[in-house]
Nanobody
């Protein structure tokens, strides 16, 4: 059974940091790209960052470049999203997903986690 389990969300003040984790199981981790997406109330799901598990190549949305860092621990089948200098507009439910292509197009992803809430207060 494929599972993606996010953790690490919470409430933080603007300027603070959080680290999200995405633990994957049930598929060959090295064959997939893991992406982070977010969705705020009333808004469409937005691609944040992704990493190819085999080569470690990364990609970031312009809105988070320089503030967020994605990394992968292949021994643990886990991907992390370190979020620094958080802003109120980063408030959303954050999802991780697994897909075959290094893209921030959500339609390209096959498996999804249940999401974790990140709230940034001003």
């Amino acid at each position: 059974e494929v599972q993606l389990v996010e953790s690490g969300g919470g409430l933080v003040q603007a300027g603070g940091s959080l680290r999200l984790s995405c633990a994957a199981s049930g598929f060959t981790f090295d064959d997939y790209t893991i992406g982070w997406f977010r969705q705020a109330p009333g808004k469409e799901r937005e691609g944040v960052s992704c990493i190819s598990s085999s080569g470690g190549r990364t990609y970031y949305a312009d809105s988070v470049k320089g503030r967020f860092t994605i990394s992968s621990d292949n021994a643990k089948n886990t991907v992390y999203l370190q979020m620094n200098s958080l802003k109120p507009e980063d408030t959303a439910v954050y999802y991780c997903a697994a897909g075959r292509r290094r893209t921030l197009n959500a339609a390209r992803y096959d498996y999804w986690g249940q999401g974790t809430q990140v709230t940034v207060s001003s």
